[in-house]
């Protein structure tokens, strides 16, 4: 029987990937980028819109949804392909990022995470072995091994303790994952992915990816990254990460981040990506464009006519011709409290950060992706979508920065 995850390198260059990755609900090209729909919705977006935009795939979270409505009513309710009226590739993730993030309402041990829902006060155990089975019963195409994700910085001891616990937790996930045979409540396919840990330091991340690899997850994700680190420490641990891990199985980094960060990761050997940035800055107003980032709320724009980006295709700019929302419509419907503002730039962020990777992997099949991320880099400016970087000294495989 075929692998129904299996990835297929088309190109590379570099360290740079494209390939397609298949899953039960269809292939993704990739490098790619999936919108988050943390509660089992893309906020304020509906799923055609998404398609139309070029979303592929579309991550929800499992702390959230196991606390509300419930793992057992979303399989009741069919699963979340079906709740979520989305027929591409779903993922959730562990819920083991929510003890960071939410650090002060969840407490853990060997045996699991105990969290007091943030909701209404109620404990809430999860053991790698309860993560796997909430996530089967979420029932989407690909679910994560809980991990231990440590706040940084962090004591070399405390992380050595976190990546190998991290990688023990691995172990029981993936037996409670064989033990359901691999499949969803409903009976498809599931994929489980491992998880790297190990902060910014080389050795704790080799360490990590060591300890992963006998366990021959479908997929590799590298966690614990964009929690407070220079950007330059992430695409150093970037680097030190991504050559421990297979070549013919997708890598998958977590929670990152803006345009830069994507560009930066998938010259270093990244697949996939997840962020709420697109979706919540366009919700706060901030949208990216291909001259650097601008505030649709400032005055400057009250009577402006163009769109948010002329070279655009989304549904607020569409190049600037019939339909396409002004810059100064776009502030007033903000100002106005009006829902369809934050939709709109929702919807002309999410086609950035998809365009964004659709041209870098065409420039990577062509063997021209450092060219292009230069190209991209130097557009934004020194502030613009460009986060403050600079590429570590010696790096010979940095893209070139401007200060
Ligand atoms: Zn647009």
Partial sequence: MSDPFAFDLAATDGAARAGTWSTPHGAVPTPAFMPVGTAGSVKGVMPEQLAAIGSTQILANTYHLALRPG??????????????????????????????SLAALATMTEEGVRFTSHIDGAKMDLTPEDSVDVQAQLGADVMMCLDECPPLPCEPERMQAAVDRTTRWAQRCRDQWDAR??????????????????????????????????????GYAIGGLSVGEAPSEMYRTLEATTPFLPVEKPRYLMGVGTPTDLLHAVMRGVDLFDCVMP???????????SAGTLKIKNAAHARDDSPIDLSCDCPACKRGGPGSFSRGTLRHLFLAGEMLAPILLSLHNLRFYHRLLAELRAAIVRGEARAFVAAELAKWGGGANVAAVNPPPGDPTAVPIRP
Avoid: C, K
């Fill in 71 to 100: 793992a057992d009513v979303v399989a009741e309710l069919g699963g979340l392909h079906r709740m979520m009226a989305w027929d591409g590739p779903i993922l959730t993730d562990s819920g083991g990022f929510q003890v960071f």
């Fill in 181 to 218: 045979d691999r499949r969803t409540a409903g009976g498809d396919p599931q994929a489980l992915f491992g998880i790297v840990q190990g902060g910014v330091d080389p050795a704790m991340r080799e360490r990590s990816a060591r300890g992963l690899l006998p366990l021959e997850f479908p």
């Fill in 279 to 289: 979706t919540r800055n366009g919700r706060n107003g901030s949208v990216f464009t």
